[in-house]
Structures are given as C-alpha cells and as structure tokens.
C-alpha cells in the first residue's frame, strides 16, 4: 500500500463542530418569517434541514404559495448566518486533532455541502487558509442541491486542482462514503460523538476516531 497523491477532508464533523440542531431550526424559521409565513410547519422546517432534495424544496415551496428559489434563498442567508455567528461567539470549535493537518504530507483539500463561503469564513477565522490547496462548497442555489454529496461533482473539482491521480477522502457521514466511491477513491469514516451510532451500507475503506490515526493512513501505512 503506497501513499496518495492527496487527501480531502469534509468540513463540519470532521474539521470543525457541527451545526447545532437548535441553531439550523431557528434561522429556517426566520427563513420562513422573512417571507411572511410566522408558522410553519414542523415538518417543512425539517425537510429544509438536512438532506434537502429539489423535489422537496419544490413539494415546501407550494404549501405556502412561495417560489422555491426565494425560499431558498433566503434559506441559504439565515442558515449561513447563523453558522458565522456561532463560530464567532466560540458555541462552535475546531478540533483539537485539526493539528495531525501538519504532519499529513502533500496537497490537502476541503470538499462539503456547507455553503462555499461558509468554509472560506471557517479557514480564515482558524487560521487554515495556509493549511489546504483549494477548497469547494457548493454555491447558495437550488442546483447546487442536485451537485452536493453523494454526487462527486466538487470532489471532482478538488481532485483535477490538485491534479490527483490518488486521493483520500475523510468524512463523518455515510453520504461521504457514498461519494467517495463513487468518484474512485479509498475513504475514511471519523467517528465522533456526534456519529458514534452510523451504519454504512457502503463500508468505508478506514474508520479512525481521530485525524491523529489518519496521518500514517494518508501516507500509506494500514492501521492496526
């Protein structure tokens, strides 16, 4: 087993904290508000949430007479800000073992569903920028929905950048393993607490409970 000619790391839950269910709640309902509608329901609170899809930001849209993009849109500013705002008031950390980045050799990227100029904020405000070659989230639009992971089209991105003929990608989700396949790379699951009882139906190729681990991963060496 030889080195890779890169490694890609996901953002939230493997860099820094995740969002907090309570904080992505709020800025939807102020989403909602912002467009008139001060009761929405729970249920189309959730779906925009996690894991939105097209079809169901399209099926939400509808039950209040709103044009998706709008909802959308105004989704994506209240979602963002909420996040910046919390990175700033310290309620959301880097990781301590953000500091094994030093010790994994050769060009290093970033590759999430956040929003493009959240992780821009996240490398500045902790001082990464020097720490990875390029870096893509996906931009705040509806289409940006049908290219976010599992579907490769970023990592794709990150990979011809670093003009990788390997690469290693480190997620905290199964979705990460998903597209870390599907666009030919080996993967690697961190478990944290936040993800302490994911099943894959798509193994990854390593699982490690710190970036500590990853360092001799990357360079080629297997894991005990």
Do not use: C
Request: charged share 30%; no cysteine.
């Amino acid at each position: 087993m030889s080195g890779y000619d890169a490694v890609l790391f996901d953002n939230d839950g493997v860099l820094v904290a995740p969002p907090a269910r309570e904080t992505q709640t709020a800025a939807i309902r102020d989403a909602f508000a912002e467009l008139g509608v001060r009761r929405a329901d729970e249920e189309h609170v959730s779906a925009l949430r996690h894991g939105v899809t097209v079809d169901r930001l399209e099926e939400v849209a509808r039950a209040y007479d709103l044009d998706p993009a709008e909802l959308w849109a105004a989704r994506e500013r209240h979602d963002e800000r909420s996040q910046l705002d919390a990175f700033r008031a310290g309620e959301r950390r880097l990781y301590d073992d953000v500091s094994a980045l030093d010790d994994v050799v050769g060009p290093r990227g970033v590759v999430s569903n956040n929003h493009h100029t959240t992780i821009e904020f996240v490398l500045e405000f902790f001082g990464l920028d020097s720490a990875f070659d390029t870096y893509y989230g996906r931009e705040k639009t509806v289409e940006s929905l049908r290219l976010k992971k599992p579907n490769t089209h970023y990592l794709d991105r990150a990979v011809a950048d670093l003009d990788a003929g390997s690469a290693l990608y480190v997620g905290d989700s199964a979705n990460d393993i998903v597209a870390a396949h599907r666009a030919g790379m080996d993967s690697v699951f961190v478990r944290r607490e936040h993800n302490g009882d994911v099943d894959h139906e798509t193994a990854p190729t390593f699982e490690v409970a710190s970036l500590h681990e990853l360092v001799d991963v990357a360079a080629g060496k297997r894991p005990p």
